[in-house]
């Protein structure tokens, strides 16, 4: 009944809002579903480390909510980072081209990766699949710019574009026998995220 009431528009509103950097800090698996949650007030308006107070504060003034600090429990606040791959140590995996929302990785299996920093969004779940902790987080070059509305947006296409795509590859493995001889990505693409997670519980 719920999912029936969702005030589509508020959705769009708070979704506008958000950064749009897909990290899953907040506890939801990116920032639309955290958005669809915070309209139905099944989510506090302080969980998005990445929006930091000013998000807050935009989302108090839309929902009607008293302003809070950021929950610590998701993080907290800092300047925009961007992931770095050390090709030296690189085996190609594509793990972590699997974990980014955002196709800010290019690479092929068994060759060596790179970011593209105007791409990243600074969500780390890249780190935590690397089996040869070969990823880092820096911080951004100034010369990017902040992240504003602008970069949001871009981020938030490229995020819709790439579930789009992965949701149709899945779509196209139509036989079980396929589906036992190619790796489920939407499994793999989980596990990634729920290690991401637990490493956060972890360092918190």
């Not at 708070?14 to 897909?22: F, G, H, K, N, S």
């Not at 800090?25 to 480390?49: H, M, S, T, V, W």
């Not at 929950?71 to 980072?81: I, T, V, Y």
Request: proline share 8%.
């Amino acid at each position: 009944m719920a999912a029936a009431m969702l005030d589509e528009d508020l959705v769009l509103k708070i979704d506008a809002i958000l950064p749009q950097t897909q990290c899953t800090k907040c506890g939801f698996d990116g920032c639309l579903p955290y958005a669809k949650a915070l309209a139905c007030g099944e989510a506090d308006i302080n969980r998005c480390p990445p929006g930091g107070d000013k998000g807050v504060q935009a989302l108090s003034s839309l929902l009607g909510r008293p302003a809070k600090p950021i929950d610590p429990s998701c993080g907290q606040p800092g300047p925009l980072m961007v992931a770095v791959i050390d090709p030296e140590h690189c085996i190609g995996c594509t793990l972590c081209i699997k974990a980014c929302p955002v196709d800010a990785i290019l690479g092929a299996n068994k060759r060596m990766h790179t970011v593209l920093p105007d791409w990243c969004t600074g969500c780390d779940l890249c780190v935590a699949p690397c089996p040869v902790d070969c990823i880092s987080m820096v911080a951004a070059d100034p010369a990017l710019g902040n992240w504003d509305t602008q970069r949001a947006n871009l981020a938030r296409q490229r995020y819709q574009q790439t579930q789009a795509r992965r949701k149709k590859r899945k779509a196209e493995i139509d036989t079980p026998a396929q589906a036992r001889q190619m790796p489920d990505k939407a499994s793999i693409v989980a596990a990634a995220l729920a290690k991401a997670r637990a490493r956060r519980a972890g360092t918190t």
